[in-house]
């Protein structure tokens, strides 16, 4: 309720915002004020539909909600960004222009902008690349000279378009032929849509060192035992504050939680081997320097890369490992993905989906990229 109270205060404010911008290109007479209104109200209330309606099971109405919610607010952001930009363009034009600015056009153009970036932020969000990684070990035993993992995360499967999504990022897990595939969180989200399609194209990957999957925020949110069980419907092991060895690798993974849970961190590391090349999962990129002699390569998401520029400006402030990989700790590495879909809008700008393809090179003690 505190996150709904806030972001429902927020996006009020946002569509206030617009309506006062866009209101100069409305024809006379109130008729048309009103619809608009009637309109951007609508769509303040479009998320919430979406998701009681799944919840409720109406997936038509949820599929309609959500589809045309989420785009409204990307072109929301963005076009709040163009007449931003558009201010600050008549701010420093002032000095030299100061008769009153006829705004209709200037505003008309900046609204038309902002479906055109929408677009291409919309084609953006489906084109997924993969992101190569080469982590030489000497803790790879002898007979084994490498080994592949993809990582995903963020794809939020249950919200529209989550099909297309997911079978574009699978095409690329496929084409790595990976020994294992961990997914950092936010696997799943509501409505839930297509939830049995969505499990059966899991299901038909199989690496030969098999799935694993934690808990994300949106995890939380769908429900705990909910996610968990399409997630091992769809084959993969969970990591539910514990640890598990995977062939020559120790697997440990935590639930998402706002700071690090030193309780399920020491639960995740409780069977850990100094021999086997260990890799931590959790969902925010939070590191626990107390493993950082334990834990070989951190694997997490959750900041989306900023998604939309210039969300990265908040983002990276939030989260000192933002994007990429970082040396946390001396021998210790963490890589954060900018995801493999998206949360709200459908669109990325500036910060392109991921699948990160990860391979472990038997090598000589020392890391490298």
């Not at 960004?81 to 363009?89: K, P, Q």
């Not at 902002?114 to 997924?128: E, L, R, V």
């Not at 996610?227 to 514990?242: K, T, Y």
């Amino acid at each position: 309720m505190w996150f709904l109270t806030i972001f429902l205060s927020v996006y009020t404010l946002l569509h206030l915002i617009f309506y006062r911008a866009a209101r100069c290109l409305l024809p006379g007479g109130p008729g048309a004020r009103v619809l608009l209104g009637l309109f951007l109200l609508l769509m303040i209330l479009a998320p919430v539909i979406t998701v009681m309606a799944g919840y409720k099971g109406y997936n038509g109405l949820a599929r309609l909600a959500g589809t045309v919610g989420y785009w409204w607010m990307g072109y929301l952001l963005i076009s709040l960004m163009c007449l931003l930009a558009l201010d600050l363009l008549r701010l420093g034009a002032l000095p030299f222009s100061p008769q009153p600015w006829n705004w209709r056009m200037p505003v008309a153009l900046a609204l038309g902008a902002a479906f055109i970036i929408s677009a291409y932020a919309g084609y953006a969000a489906t084109d997924i690349r993969l992101k190569h990684l080469t982590i030489h070990t000497d803790k790879l035993p002898v007979g084994v000279e490498r080994l592949v993992i993809a990582q995903t995360t963020d794809l939020h499967l249950g919200l529209p378009g989550g099909v297309s999504r997911l079978r574009k990022a699978i095409k690329l897990v496929e084409r790595a032929k990976p020994d294992l595939w961990l997914d950092t969180g936010d696997l799943w989200d509501r409505p839930l849509l297509d939830v049995s399609q969505l499990v059966a194209m899991m299901r038909r990957v199989e690496p030969p060192l098999g799935k694993y999957m934690i808990a994300g925020n949106h995890e939380f949110y769908v429900g705990l035992d909910t996610a968990f069980e399409l997630s091992r419907d769809a084959g993969f092991m969970v990591l539910d504050n514990r640890g598990q060895a995977a062939g020559p690798l120790y697997l440990a993974g935590a639930d998402d939680a706002r700071g690090i849970n030193p309780e399920w961190d020491a639960s995740a590391m409780a069977g850990s081997d100094a021999r086997r090349f260990t890799i931590f999962l959790r969902h925010r990129p939070l590191f626990n320097q107390e493993y950082a002699d334990k834990v070989d390569l951190q694997l997490s998401g959750h900041t989306h890369g900023g998604q939309v520029w210039p969300a990265h400006l908040i983002t990276s402030r939030i989260f000192p490992y933002f994007a990429g990989l970082y040396h946390p700790a001396k021998g210790s590495l963490l890589y954060t993905s900018r995801g493999t879909g998206t949360w709200g809008p459908p669109m990325r700008l500036f910060s392109p989906p991921e699948v990160t393809i990860i391979q472990l090179v038997r090598a000589p003690a020392k890391l490298s990229r």
